[in-house]
């Protein structure tokens, strides 16, 4: 085989990738099924909305190829790459575009749900900064993109198994080992400790802001006499 093995994708990036899998599985599968799940459902919720805003910080100070710059579909990319011509490691400026729609939709499908209402016993977290309306508004927001969301899950699997069968081309093992054999480049510098420190610490926070934990506990309700006062 022509070419070296080289380190592609870090261990945060493989990480972040199967834990947002797994989490986003779940909270369709809860949000489908609704009733005592949509606690979990809140939680897998704040659990993307960390794991977003890891990748967002990693996109700039993470190694090589988890970068945004690396991979941002510009048009002299996306036009080499339909000619043919492009030539370069980790997500090739179509699969880029798939990418930045999965980061988009799925920042737009967890903050919708934190002003979430399910009209019965379920509100998001941040549920009480908006009036009911808005609320409303949201939650049709949130049902819409959860199709959106579904239709582009499938498409990126059928890419890459495409890949794999078709192009023969495995996109999945580096995924899952970090290392691609026969590449054309070299093994991804960068994101060191003081990166994975900052990106942490930007995630947690931002979770924290999603829980609303911040926010001052809802009055107690107000206490119901014993005896009539009559
Ligand atoms: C990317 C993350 C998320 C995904 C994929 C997701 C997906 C879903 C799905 C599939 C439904 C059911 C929609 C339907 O019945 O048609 C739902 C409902 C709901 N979600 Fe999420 N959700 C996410 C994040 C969140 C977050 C962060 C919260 C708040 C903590 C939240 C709060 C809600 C609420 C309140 C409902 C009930 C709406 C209703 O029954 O009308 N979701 N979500
Ligand atoms: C809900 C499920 C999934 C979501 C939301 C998702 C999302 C993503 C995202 C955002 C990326 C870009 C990674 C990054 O740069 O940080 C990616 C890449 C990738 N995903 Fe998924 N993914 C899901 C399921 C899967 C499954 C089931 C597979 C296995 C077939 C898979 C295989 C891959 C591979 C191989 C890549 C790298 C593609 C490349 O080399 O350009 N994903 N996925």
Same mark, same amino acid.
């Given at each position: 085989?022509?070419?070296? %093995?080289?380190?592609?994708? @870090?261990?945060?990036?493989?990480?972040?990738?199967?834990?947002?899998?797994?989490?986003?599985?779940? *909270?369709?599968?809860?949000?489908?099924?609704?009733?005592?799940?949509?606690?979990?459902?809140?939680?897998?919720?704040?659990?993307?909305?960390?794991?977003?805003?890891? %990748?967002?910080?990693?996109?700039?100070?993470?190694?090589?190829?988890?970068?945004?710059?690396?991979?941002?579909?510009?048009?002299?990319?996306?036009?080499?790459?339909? %000619?043919?011509?492009? %030539?370069?490691?980790?997500?090739?400026?179509?699969?880029?575009? *798939?990418?930045?729609?999965?980061?988009?939709?799925?920042?737009?499908?967890?903050?919708?749900?934190?002003?979430?209402?399910? @009209?019965?016993?379920?509100?998001?977290?941040?549920?009480?900064?908006?009036?009911?309306?808005?609320?409303?508004?949201?939650?049709?927001?949130?049902?819409?993109?959860?199709?959106?969301?579904?239709?582009?899950?499938?498409?990126?699997?059928?890419?890459?198994?495409?890949?794999?069968?078709?192009?023969?081309?495995?996109?999945?093992?580096?995924?899952?080992?970090?290392?691609? @054999?026969?590449?054309?480049?070299?093994?991804?510098?960068?994101?060191?400790?003081?990166?994975?420190?900052?990106?942490?610490?930007?995630?947690?926070?931002?979770?924290?802001?999603?829980?609303?934990?911040?926010?001052?506990?809802?009055?107690?309700?107000?206490?119901?006499?014993?005896?009539? @006062?009559?």
């Amino acid at each position: 085989m022509n070419g070296k %093995r080289i380190l592609l994708w @870090d261990l945060p990036t493989r990480l972040f990738h199967w834990l947002l899998a797994l989490a986003v599985i779940g *909270a369709m599968v809860s949000g489908q099924l609704g009733g005592n799940l949509m606690v979990w459902h809140g939680r897998l919720g704040i659990f993307i909305v960390g794991l977003l805003a890891f %990748r967002l910080v990693w996109g700039l100070v993470g190694s090589t190829y988890a970068r945004f710059i690396q991979f941002f579909p510009s048009p002299a990319r996306v036009g080499a790459y339909l %000619r043919g011509e492009w %030539r370069g490691e980790g997500h090739n400026p179509l699969g880029a575009f *798939a990418v930045f729609a999965f980061f988009g939709l799925l920042t737009a499908q967890a903050v919708s749900g934190l002003f979430s209402n399910d @009209d019965i016993a379920f509100t998001g977290p941040l549920f009480s900064l908006v009036d009911k309306a808005a609320s409303n508004r949201l939650t049709g927001l949130h049902h819409l993109l959860s199709n959106v969301l579904i239709a582009l899950v499938c498409l990126h699997v059928a890419a890459i198994v495409y890949y794999g069968r078709v192009k023969k081309q495995s996109l999945l093992k580096p995924m899952v080992t970090g290392w691609k @054999d026969g590449a054309s480049g070299e093994s991804a510098r960068g994101g060191g400790i003081v990166a994975l420190v900052i990106a942490l610490s930007v995630s947690f926070a931002l979770a924290y802001g999603a829980s609303g934990n911040w926010m001052p506990p809802p009055p107690p309700p107000p206490a119901v006499s014993e005896t009539p @006062d009559w």
